[in-house]
């Protein structure tokens, strides 16, 4: 027993003498300030205000709402630009456009919806510069390298033409188109 005890006082001892005798240790400690040096600007993502020709039926002529009517077959076509406003390293976005509703309408069921995208370099739809984009393949629509390039969005309403429609129900019915939003949305293709 006196073995272990004089083996207790001796580890005292030693852990006193470990800490200066004060009762803690000694270290070093050191803070450099860094400088960014840099100032953080955001990019941007935008389509602008859309120009857009009037609605067209498939024959080519103007389709006018208060006198003209569709039948199944027919389908309506407009095509709307906008100026891309993309800025910013890396920045690449993708493209959609929301069927329009046309509510408490037996139309709505009955007609079908198509987006056609393409960037274009300059304003003119001339065949020179332009790109068709295929969303639904998940291409990237567009990148910053396209900030201030045009985007041409065709629009579509088809009436198809093949199965038998009551036209008791479907007959001299009117529909409001409510309003389609196209949208550019951020990928982040670059950075996995």
């Known amino acids: 027993m006196r073995n272990s005890i004089k083996a207790a006082l001796a580890a005292t001892a030693g852990a006193g003498l470990l800490l200066g005798g ?11 300030e860094v400088q960014p040096d840099t100032t953080l600007t955001s990019g941007t993502l935008d389509l602008g205000a859309p120009t857009c020709a009037s609605w067209k039926l498939d024959d080519g002529s ?3 709402p208060a006198s003209d009517t569709i039948v199944p077959g027919d389908s309506l076509t407009r095509t709307c630009q906008f100026q891309i406003s993309a ?3 890396h920045l690449t976005a993708q493209l959609s456009a929301n069927a329009p509703s046309m509510p408490d309408s037996a139309l709505e069921d009955e007609l079908a919806f198509t987006a056609v995208y393409e960037i274009d370099t300059d304003a003119t739809d001339d065949g020179t510069g332009e790109t068709t984009v295929d969303p639904d393949a998940g291409a990237v629509a567009f990148s910053d390298a396209d900030d201030g390039s045009y985007l041409r969005v065709e629009l579509t309403v088809d009436f198809p033409f093949g199965a038998s429609v ?3 129900s479907n007959g001299a019915v009117t529909a409001q188109l409510d309003a389609i939003t196209v949208t550019a949305t951020q990928t982040n293709t670059e950075h996995p």
């Open 22 to 32: 004060a009762g803690s240790l000694a270290y070093w400690n050191d803070a450099t």
């Open 62 to 64: 103007d389709f006018t």
């Open 87 to 89: 800025t910013g390293d």
């Open 166 to 168: 009551d036209n008791d």
